[in-house]
Structure formats: structure tokens, C-alpha cells
């Protein structure tokens, strides 16, 4: 059987149009279908070695500290609110919060246990793995007395129910 030119021409057209809607709607309705939300939690440091290190920033200085800008990975795509709280479990040990105001750093957090991190404070990735902002410090650190060499750290960060845990080890660079 022969198609007419008229008919083979509304065929083709029928089946280019079908396969245009089939695309369109496997990018419209694939997120919905396929969406799987990633859990908040701690990302990093979990049981890390982290070296201690002596900080200045500006006028303020730290000894033996853990600047926790480039260790602290938080991860999560539900938004539970503007605010992340973070407790430092350890005893002995606190948290300072400075940041660069555009012309210096200004400490605005001294020795906390407890504090309430806005969550403008992280850049967050495609992935929704949450990063710390490069004008933004959280420095860990024992206030009274010396470090432990390996001594551990633990803290626990909340964000609206979800609470998830980190720790890491504190060490002495070779000298």
C-alpha cells in the first residue's frame, strides 16, 4: 500500500511534533519525578587531622587555632530558615567570629560555645554542599592551656529539626 505525498508529509510532521512533547516533557516532569533531597548534615571535618596553626587577622591574633573556613562543609537542599546553630561539645574549647568589614576584620563572637551562624555565611554549590565564605572566620581554639597533641573536637550544627554531628583531631606541625 502507497501513502499519498499529503498523507506521508502529516505523518512525519505528526511524529516530529509527538517527538518534540515527548522531550519537553521528560525535562519538565524528570525533576519532579526523580527529585531526591539531599539531607543536611555535616559534610567535613568528620575525625580529620587538622593542624593547629597560629592566626592573625588584622590586629587579632590566635595561637595554636583551627580557622574553620577552609574545614567546615556543611551539605543539605532543604531550607528549614536563615539561621544555623552550632555547639562546641568539647570542654575547654571556643569559638571566635571574625570577619572583614571592608576595610578590617572585626571580631564580633569572643570565646562562644554556642552560636547562631546566618546562613548567608556559606556560598552553597549546585551539589548544595555548603561552604564558608572566604571574608568570614570561625576560629576554634582553647583559651586556657595548650592543646593536647590529637586532642579531639566535637560539635554538633543544627538547622531547623535536623542536628548532625563533626569532630576533628588537633595537631602540632612538625617543627
Given at each position: 500500500?502507497?501513502l499519498?505525498?499529503?498523507?506521508?508529509s502529516r505523518?512525519k510532521?505528526?511524529?516530529f511534533?509527538?517527538?518534540?512533547?515527548?522531550?519537553?516533557?521528560?525535562?519538565?516532569?524528570s525533576?519532579?519525578?526523580?527529585?531526591?533531597?539531599?539531607?543536611?548534615?555535616?559534610?567535613?571535618?568528620?575525625g580529620?587531622?587538622i593542624l593547629?596553626?597560629?592566626i592573625?587577622?588584622?590586629?587579632?591574633t590566635?595561637?595554636?587555632?583551627?580557622?574553620?573556613?577552609?574545614?567546615?562543609i556543611?551539605k543539605?537542599?532543604?531550607?528549614?530558615?536563615?539561621?544555623?546553630?552550632?555547639?562546641?561539645h568539647t570542654?575547654?574549647?571556643?569559638?571566635?567570629?571574625?570577619?572583614?568589614?571592608?576595610?578590617?576584620?572585626?571580631?564580633?563572637e569572643r570565646?562562644?560555645?554556642?552560636?547562631?551562624?546566618?546562613k548567608y555565611?556559606?556560598?552553597?554549590?549546585p551539589?548544595?554542599?555548603?561552604?564558608?565564605e572566604?571574608?568570614?572566620h570561625?576560629?576554634?581554639?582553647?583559651?586556657?592551656?595548650k592543646p593536647?597533641?590529637?586532642?579531639?573536637?566535637?560539635f554538633?550544627?543544627?538547622?531547623?529539626?535536623?542536628?548532625?554531628?563533626?569532630?576533628?583531631k588537633?595537631?602540632?606541625?612538625?617543627?
Amino acid at each position: 500500500m502507497k501513502l499519498s505525498y499529503e498523507t506521508e508529509s502529516r505523518l512525519k510532521i505528526l511524529l516530529f511534533i509527538f517527538v518534540v512533547a515527548v522531550v519537553i516533557l521528560y525535562y519538565v516532569l524528570s525533576p519532579i519525578i526523580f527529585y531526591k533531597p539531599v539531607p543536611y548534615g555535616v559534610a567535613a571535618p568528620k575525625g580529620q587531622i587538622i593542624l593547629l596553626e597560629n592566626i592573625t587577622l588584622g590586629n587579632h591574633t590566635w595561637e595554636n587555632a583551627v580557622d574553620m573556613q577552609e574545614h567546615l562543609i556543611l551539605k543539605g537542599s532543604e531550607d528549614y530558615g536563615n539561621s544555623v546553630f552550632l555547639e562546641i561539645h568539647t570542654p575547654g574549647w571556643c569559638a571566635d567570629v571574625s570577619f572583614w568589614d571592608g576595610q578590617r576584620y572585626v571580631v564580633s563572637e569572643r570565646c562562644v560555645r554556642r552560636l547562631v551562624i546566618p546562613k548567608y555565611l556559606f556560598r552553597i554549590s549546585p551539589a548544595f554542599y555548603w561552604y564558608v565564605e572566604s571574608g568570614y572566620h570561625l576560629i576554634f581554639y582553647k583559651p586556657d592551656g595548650k592543646p593536647e597533641n590529637y586532642e579531639l573536637v566535637n560539635f554538633t550544627v543544627t538547622y531547623g529539626e535536623e542536628t548532625d554531628w563533626g569532630a576533628f583531631k588537633v595537631a602540632y606541625g612538625k617543627s
